[in-house]
Structures are given as C-alpha cells and as structure tokens.
C-alpha cells in the first residue's frame, strides 16, 4: 500500500487506543503502553512528548501495516527488543540479537554499584566475563574515567554484536573469545580492579517457571546451567578472579536469589575475606561482591 494513499489512515491516538487494546490482555495496561512508546520510536522516531503533540496527526496506512505487524509477534510473545533488534540499557540503545540476551534492568543496578564504587579513580582495569550484549563492559568504559575494559565470552556470535555496540557507542573495549568454565584462563592476561560477571544461573529445573517470551526467543546458552552444578560459573568465576584481581580489586556478579548463600558460601572457600549479598530493587538477594 502506497504510504501516501489516504485510505485507511488514521489519527495517532486512534492508532495508540486501538494497540494498547489488543495487547493488554497478555501484557497488562503499564507495560501496553510502554511497548506502543517502543513501537513508535523505532517506527517513528517519536518520543512521549512527540506523541502527544501529534495526537491528531494521521497515521499512514503503512506504517499501520507495520504496527500490526509488530502486535502479532508481540501477542506471540515474541520480545519487543528483538522484533526492532535494540535495548536500552544505561542510558544507551544496544544492539541486540537472538544470540544475545536481553540487558535487564537489574543489571543496570549492578553497574551502579561498581560506578559508585570507582567514579572518583582512573585507570582502572576491568574484566566482565560472559559479555553478552557488551552491555556491562560498555557502560563501565563509559563511566569509569579511562579505564582499561576486557570482555570475554564464549560465544563468537555474541561477541560480534558486542563489538558492534562498543563501535556504535564508542567505547573502548578489548574482546577476548574464550570458554572460562575450561581451565584456559591464561588466554586472559594481567591484573584487574574489577572483576565483573552477569552469567547463566538459572537451574533447568526453573524452565517450568519462566516466561514463554524468555523460553521460547532467548538464548539458552546465556541463561541455564546444569541442576546438579548451578554454580558451575561462579566456581570459574572466583578461580579466575583469584589469579587476576589485585589485591585491593573486587569481584562483582548477578547471582540467582535461589542460591544466593551458596554462591557466598563459595566465594569464601575459595578465600574470599569479604563477601556481601546485595539485595535489588525488588528486595531479592541479587548480587554478589566479594574482595580478598
């Protein structure tokens, strides 16, 4: 359909009633009208305050066709970030494919700790193990002054969205292609301040309660690990840590809040002094940082 044809066009906030109504059922009426924001400003370029301005600007009918493209793989569950193939995440839109996963807001917070923590220093050294997206690693090379970033994943897929971002958002990160549950970790070299991990810790056992938009689109290489060794990543992580971490550096992970205290109870076998559980937002036990 011609996009200048003017049938079957529509004014905006027609247009937004009418999406919001079919996509509520499955995604509650908060997060209907965060997703329709979502669909316009990839498909627009408009923010909040553009679609209010325009509330009685007509819609072309194919951009019409587009939206209703979009809420039927939105009412199949498919994830908004991957339909448009970006994230925001820190302030930041990421790239993001299906062989990446979806940055999290609870990852933002565990950023905010490490920024916190190493705002006021520079040059500081930092590794993030199980990069992803590079969302992490990103966010700390642009909010650490001048520090020195490597991001490791095992993923060679991954990694080159990862890079993809780092060029797109212009961060200074250097990526390294290894598998840390192997006992390879001279592949990583030197010392780092800050050691930091978001890896898969969710037990297969926990399928039943998740998501089907997780179950269905996101990488499960990213997101499981074995119900008989669930902390299979942070049994690396902390070796890893152990003989790369300065001695004043800290480690810091997402954890699962269903095995919080085991992952603790690790870090101080494997002789970490200090250990703190950090609760999130929500009030659950999500985060780990541990220093010698």
């Known amino acids: 359909m011609n996009e200048a044809d003017p049938i079957g066009e529509k004014k905006l906030n027609e247009v937004r009633n009418e999406t919001v109504s079919a996509l509520t059922p499955i995604y509650g009426d908060r997060e ?3 997703m329709v924001g979502i669909i316009f400003e990839n498909l627009k370029g408009w923010n909040r305050v553009d679609m209010a301005l325009k509330a009685d600007q007509l819609i072309s009918p194919f951009i019409i066709h587009q939206i209703d493209s979009v809420v039927r793989r939105l009412l199949d569950h498919e994830p908004i970030q991957y339909i448009f193939g970006n994230a925001w995440f820190y302030g930041m839109r990421f790239k993001v494919t299906s062989d990446t996963l979806i940055p999290r807001p609870e990852t933002a917070e565990l ?10 220093k520079s040059d500081q050294g930092v590794l993030d193990l199980c990069t992803g997206t590079g969302c992490i690693a ?3 090379a642009r909010n650490l002054p001048f520090s020195k970033v490597t991001a490791v994943d095992v993923s060679a897929k991954a990694l080159a969205v990862a890079q993809d971002n780092a060029i797109s958002l212009h961060a200074n990160v250097n990526f390294l292609k290894t598998d840390i549950l192997k006992d390879n970790s001279g592949l990583i070299a030197g010392q780092y ?13 926990e399928k039943s309660d998740m998501d089907r938009n997780v179950l269905a689109y996101e990488p499960h290489l990213a997101l499981f690990v074995p119900d008989d060794d ?3 990543f942070y049994n690396a992580i902390f070796r ?7 001695d004043t550096g800290k480690v810091y992970c997402e954890i699962n809040p269903v095995y919080a205290a085991e992952v603790r109870d690790l870090a101080v076998r494997k002789g970490f002094g200090n250990v703190d559980l950090v609760r999130d937002s929500y009030g659950k036990e999500r985060f780990l940082i541990a220093w010698k």
């Open 230 to 232: 669930p902390l299979v």
């Open 32 to 34: 209907a009208k965060a």
């Open 193 to 205: 301040d800050v050691i930091v991990s978001n890896p898969p810790y969710i037990a297969e056992k």
């Open 111 to 120: 950023v905010d700790y490490i920024v916190k923590d190493y705002r006021e």
């Open 240 to 246: 890893i840590s152990l003989g790369h971490l300065t």
């Open 138 to 140: 990103i966010a700390l």
